[in-house]
Each structure stands twice: as C-alpha cells, then as structure tokens.
C-alpha cells in the first residue's frame, strides 16, 4: 500500500537533498557575500593607481578586484538559486556557480593575508 505523504521522498532523505539543505548555504551566502563586501568598504584604503584599495590588498590591487568579482558572482547565484525553485537544473547551476565563486572569493582572501602576513619576513 502506497503511502502518500506531504514530506521528502526516501531518494532525497537518504541523499539529504531537501530543501531546508539547499536553501541554508544559499541564504548564508547571500550574508556572507554582502557582509564582505560591506566589511572591503570601511576597512582602510590607499590610493593605488588613483583608486582606492584596502590595506590588505595593497600590493596587489588586481586581486581586490577579483575578490569583489568573485563575490558579486558568489551574491548573484545564490541569490539566484533563492528564487529559481521552480526549474530544479538553473538552481543546481546556480548553487554550484555560487559556491564555487565563494571558494574563490575565499581563497583570494587568504592569499592575500598570508601575503601581508608573511610579507615582511619573506623579504
């Protein structure tokens, strides 16, 4: 006898892909993304070739640029995948369009510190 239940289907319970899953690492990128990008605004800039760029990415203004790059693609596809629920292949894309860009945007960030960081000792 066949049960019809409102709640997940034995597939997506046993892989975990409901939709509470998929939508906590979008809306958290959606914060994360706006609050860096927020937090890049009000740190300390230099001038570097006329234009402003935090004291992290000082020697390297190429790299602030691909941080906010990858972090407008991070904000975009998560925000993306928010609202394209009803095709489940666009909001696949856009949530791994959304993570990779956040790892990116991550490791940008990481780079840069331990290049400040270490900087001065590796001169």
């Known amino acids: 006898m066949k049960s019809d239940s409102p709640g997940p289907s034995l597939r997506q319970t046993l892989l975990g892909l409901s939709k509470a899953n ?6 958290s ?3 994360i993304s706006a609050t860096a990008v927020t937090v890049s605004v009000v740190l300390p800039h230099e001038t ?3 234009r402003p760029v935090p004291a992290l990415f000082r020697d390297r ?3 602030y640029h691909m941080f906010l790059i990858c972090t407008l693609f991070a904000f975009m596809g998560a925000f993306s995948a ?5 095709k489940p292949r666009v909001e696949k894309f856009c949530r791994i369009f ?3 860009s956040m790892l990116s945007a991550l490791a940008i960030v990481l780079y ?12």
């Open 61 to 63: 203004p190429t790299d």
């Open 98 to 100: 959304a993570m990779v």
């Open 82 to 86: 928010l609202f394209i629920q009803h």
């Open 29 to 31: 990128i959606v914060c």
């Open 112 to 123: 840069a510190a331990a290049l400040w960081f270490l900087g001065p000792l590796l001169k």
């Open 48 to 50: 570097v070739e006329g």
């Open 22 to 27: 998929t939508l906590c690492p979008m809306k």
